[in-house]
């Protein structure tokens, strides 16, 4: 991705603010609270991938760590976990990694032993994919903090990818996404215009054109799925930045 300029939302972008989902859940602060659950387990199913990642990177055994996951977001959901989150610091990433940190410390053994004896979960997660995907991942000197944070931003590009993608089936613009897709990540200079303007029957600048606006789209919303995570609109332009920052270490 190309560097990120920081930019105000607009008057009518704070208002809308207000009512995005990890902004929800802290104002509420209660699992009684339905619009706050139903927001909490949105994120939840979104970016459980990471949390699951990082408890397996400390937990070898597949079966408790898909257990110890398990438990987790039912301790999350259902015994009011989110009460206790810091509101200076409202990013749920941050709230999510020292949340499961201090569950697998102090209370895995009870949480543990209530998913052994049937607690349901009722989240959307197909932890036996997630175990084919954490078998891919390099093995080398990666902490499971550092792993957790780069699966974070890699889990919310691939969102926000298919967020895109969505918007031009819709529009009837399949082919300008596989076509001009290769530039999304800054590098304008990815995608071959020419093959791209035969292909869309539309002119090099024109592709070229096209390829902007699908740029500023993505970076937009990007902008949107951070902003699900964090309590604060002012918040926004440095999660993006510690996201972006640790790609680079």
């Given amino acids: 991705m ?9 008057t009518s972008n704070r208002r809308d603010f207000a009512t995005t989902q990890w902004s929800i859940v802290l104002a509420a602060g209660q699992p009684e609270d ?7 387990s949105q994120l939840c199913e979104a970016y459980w991938y990471p949390l699951y990642a990082y408890v397996r990177r400390r937990v070898k055994n597949v079966a408790d760590a898909q257990d110890l996951t398990q438990a987790f977001f039912v301790h999350l959901l259902e015994q009011g976990a ?4 810091d509101r200076v610091r409202g990013r749920f990433r941050a709230f999510l990694l020292t949340a499961i940190k ?8 009870k949480q543990h032993a209530e998913k052994r004896g049937g607690r349901r979960l009722k989240l959307s997660l197909d932890l036996d994919a997630g175990e084919s995907k954490f078998r891919l991942e390099p093995s080398h000197e990666l902490t499971p903090e550092k ?4 699966r974070w ?10 967020r895109l993608q969505a918007e031009l089936d819709d529009a009837g613009k399949q082919e300008h996404f596989e076509y001009l ?15 791209a303007s035969e292909a869309l029957s539309i002119s090099p600048e024109a592709a070229k054109q096209a390829a902007y606006r699908l740029r500023k789209r993505y ?8 902003a699900r995570t964090v309590a604060d609109e002012t918040e926004v332009d440095e999660e993006i930045g510690r996201l972006l920052a640790s790609m680079g270490g």
Avoid at 3 to 10: F, H, M
Avoid at 147 to 150: A, G, I, Y
Avoid at 219 to 226: G, K, M, N, S
């Fill in 34 to 40: 339905s619009d706050a659950r139903a927001a909490l």
């Fill in 102 to 109: 201090n569950f697998l410390a102090n209370e895995w053994q």
């Fill in 219 to 226: 970076r937009q919303l990007f902008r949107e799925e951070v």
């Fill in 147 to 150: 792993l957790f944070e780069r």
């Fill in 153 to 162: 931003v890699t889990t919310m590009l691939d969102r926000v990818l298919k």
């Fill in 181 to 195: 897709k290769a530039g999304l990540m800054g590098d304008a200079e990815a995608v071959d215009y020419q093959q």
């Fill in 82 to 85: 989110v009460a206790r989150a």
């Fill in 2 to 10: 190309a560097p990120y300029k920081p930019s105000r939302l607009n």
